[in-house]
Nanobody
Framework: QVQLVESGGGLVQAGGSLRLSCAAS????????MAWFRQAPGKEREFVAV????????YYADSVKGRFTISRDNAKNTVYLRMNSLKPEDTAVYYC??????????????????WGQGTQVTVSS
């Protein structure tokens, strides 16, 4: 069992930056692919970014490519999402997710086994 706890959300002006953190419990964190999703009011939860357990390969949604960076520190059981050049349309609750299979990169919700409670990110114009 893995528990995920997000932090780092908040209110920021357009063009600003935030760094989200996701702390994971469990000894097998380093073998999981880790991802960030987000959900805006009235919208479906959508994929943002993923990082593999092996080699740290990353993949991003087109909407955040070039602005967001996902990274992980296996020694600290933590995954990060650095968000730069934030836009009002980035406003959402951001969720951390873990794929215990650690295989092919997943971009759909059902590809993930564990979820955090989410952290709110609000970008004002």
């Amino acid at each position: 069992q893995v528990q995920l706890v997000e932090s780092g959300g908040g209110l920021v002006q357009a063009g600003g930056s935030l760094r989200l953190s996701c702390a994971a419990s469990g000894r097998t964190f380093s073998s999981y692919n880790m991802a960030w999703f987000r959900q805006a009011p009235g919208k479906e939860r959508e994929f943002v970014a993923v990082i593999t357990w092996s080699l740290g390969r990353t993949y991003y949604a087109d909407s955040v490519k070039g602005r967001f960076t996902i990274s992980r520190d296996n020694a600290k059981n933590t995954v990060y999402l650095r968000m730069n050049s934030l836009k009002p349309e980035d406003t959402a609750v951001y969720y951390c997710a873990a794929d215990r299979r650690g295989g092919v990169i997943q971009t759909m919700r059902h590809g993930y086994d564990y979820w955090g409670q989410g952290t709110q990110v609000t970008v004002s114009s």
